[in-house]
């Protein structure tokens, strides 16, 4: 048999991949924390935890990915800020455990790579990190030719943080008559991207870069709008308030989250119209005919985070969530959980 088919020939062109690795190092640099060792690229990142700065650590990892949102970032060929959201939707779930970040990997799929495309995904993923105070330790690049369609990406990010044992956040420590505190969104972040696509692109007809009534912005760019990262606000108030519960409404909304942090005693009550309705949630409301309970159990409808604390802290907890950025509201509060009741009740 002859030499005369390559690697490169069937699709994987492994100078590219170096190529990009190259462009992207001083990027992943940037990111980096004191307890980093080493530089990119060797098998495995490492991480020195310092463990004269811990009593009881405990480890908290999690793993996640932006779903059809990269089509919206295709459509608009636009793929900067993607990396963002796949850096939130890991952190802001760790976070609610009680912990702090420490770093992040990350799984860039494709049939072919572009350099220029991958490189505005990492300097998405560098600036969700930055955010977040976590080192970007290490990643995978993937050639995949004849699994992946030309244009199609897949992103995946892990994340690892530490909380010590006695500040561990499980929900072990809600009781009836805390109360709820939501944190504003910065619009759909990653997850009901499959009905909002359905809605505007194939009931409305409409192109990515069409404007629409109600938005102020087009529809692709509303879409594309990052998840928003809440470690540093909620990392200061783990620092000086009691917080007993955290909950980031991610997919499956307000009916599938909140009760994943309730002890069975309890249900949470959230009052609507206490908070502002997203303009990007009533558009896909009345454009797709779409039902309160399916809204409410697919998107944020403008709540990211939410968190549960006792009544006497809760309006310095909105008053210094304020000062740390983000737009605070009392939402709601636990209540004794009647017998056959569902554990979440919006009204």
């Given at each position: 048999m002859g030499g005369d088919i390559s690697y490169k020939d069937s699709g994987v062109d492994i100078d590219k991949g170096n190529r990009f690795v190259d462009v992207i190092k001083p990027l992943v640099k940037t990111t980096f924390r004191k307890e980093v060792m080493g530089g990119i690229g060797a098998f495995g990142g490492l991480f020195h935890l310092d463990k004269v700065k811990y009593k009881d650590p405990i480890l908290v990892a999690s793993t996640d990915g932006v779903g059809t949102k990269l089509n919206v970032a295709r459509m608009m060929n636009r793929y900067n800020t993607i990396g963002i959201d796949l850096v939130a939707m890991s952190v802001n779930d760790v976070l609610v455990q009680g912990a702090e970040p420490l770093f992040f990997l990350d799984y860039i799929a494709s049939g072919s790579i572009d350099i220029e495309v991958g490189r505005q995904l990492i300097e998405g993923v560098v600036k969700g990190c930055k955010d977040a105070g976590c080192a970007?330790?290490?990643?995978?690049?993937?050639?995949?030719?004849?699994?992946?369609?030309?244009?199609?990406?897949e992103l995946v990010g892990f994340c690892v943080g530490i909380v010590e044992a006695d500040k561990l956040i499980d929900g072990s420590r809600v009781g009836i008559g805390d109360k709820i505190i939501g944190l504003a969104s910065s619009g759909i972040h990653s997850n009901g991207l499959s009905l909002a696509r359905k809605v505007f692109f194939d009931r409305c007809g409409l192109q990515a870069k069409d404007p629409v009534e109600g938005l102020l912005l087009?529809?692709?760019?509303?879409?594309?709008?990052?998840?928003?990262?809440?470690?540093?606000?909620?990392?200061?108030?783990?620092?000086?308030?009691?917080?007993?519960?955290?909950?980031?409404?991610?997919?499956?909304?307000?009916?599938?989250?909140?009760?994943?942090?309730?002890?069975?005693?309890?249900?949470?009550?959230?009052?609507?119209?206490?908070?502002?309705?997203?303009?990007?949630?009533?558009?896909?409301?009345?454009?797709?005919?779409?039902?309160?309970?399916?809204?409410?159990?697919?998107?944020?409808?403008?709540?990211?985070?939410?968190?549960?604390?006792?009544?006497?802290?809760?309006?310095?907890?909105?008053?210094?969530?304020?000062?740390?950025?983000?737009?605070?509201?009392?939402?709601?509060?636990?209540?004794?959980?009647?017998?056959?009741?569902?554990?979440?009740?919006?009204?």
């Amino acid at each position: 048999m002859g030499g005369d088919i390559s690697y490169k020939d069937s699709g994987v062109d492994i100078d590219k991949g170096n190529r990009f690795v190259d462009v992207i190092k001083p990027l992943v640099k940037t990111t980096f924390r004191k307890e980093v060792m080493g530089g990119i690229g060797a098998f495995g990142g490492l991480f020195h935890l310092d463990k004269v700065k811990y009593k009881d650590p405990i480890l908290v990892a999690s793993t996640d990915g932006v779903g059809t949102k990269l089509n919206v970032a295709r459509m608009m060929n636009r793929y900067n800020t993607i990396g963002i959201d796949l850096v939130a939707m890991s952190v802001n779930d760790v976070l609610v455990q009680g912990a702090e970040p420490l770093f992040f990997l990350d799984y860039i799929a494709s049939g072919s790579i572009d350099i220029e495309v991958g490189r505005q995904l990492i300097e998405g993923v560098v600036k969700g990190c930055k955010d977040a105070g976590c080192a970007l330790l290490g990643g995978e690049t993937a050639e995949m030719p004849g699994f992946y369609g030309k244009g199609d990406y897949e992103l995946v990010g892990f994340c690892v943080g530490i909380v010590e044992a006695d500040k561990l956040i499980d929900g072990s420590r809600v009781g009836i008559g805390d109360k709820i505190i939501g944190l504003a969104s910065s619009g759909i972040h990653s997850n009901g991207l499959s009905l909002a696509r359905k809605v505007f692109f194939d009931r409305c007809g409409l192109q990515a870069k069409d404007p629409v009534e109600g938005l102020l912005l087009p529809v692709g760019e509303e879409l594309l709008t990052p998840t928003r990262i809440y470690v540093k606000s909620v990392l200061n108030l783990l620092k000086n308030f009691n917080l007993k519960g955290l909950v980031h409404i991610t997919g499956g909304g307000f009916y599938d989250n909140i009760p994943r942090i309730l002890p069975e005693r309890c249900s949470a009550l959230i009052h609507r119209g206490s908070w502002p309705e997203l303009p990007v949630f009533q558009t896909i409301r009345k454009q797709g005919g779409v039902d309160d309970a399916e809204m409410f159990r697919v998107f944020n409808m403008g709540i990211g985070m939410m968190i549960i604390a006792d009544s006497e802290t809760t309006p310095e907890l909105i008053e210094r969530l304020g000062a740390l950025g983000e737009k605070a509201y009392l939402i709601g509060s636990i209540e004794k959980r009647r017998q056959d009741a569902p554990s979440v009740i919006i009204a």
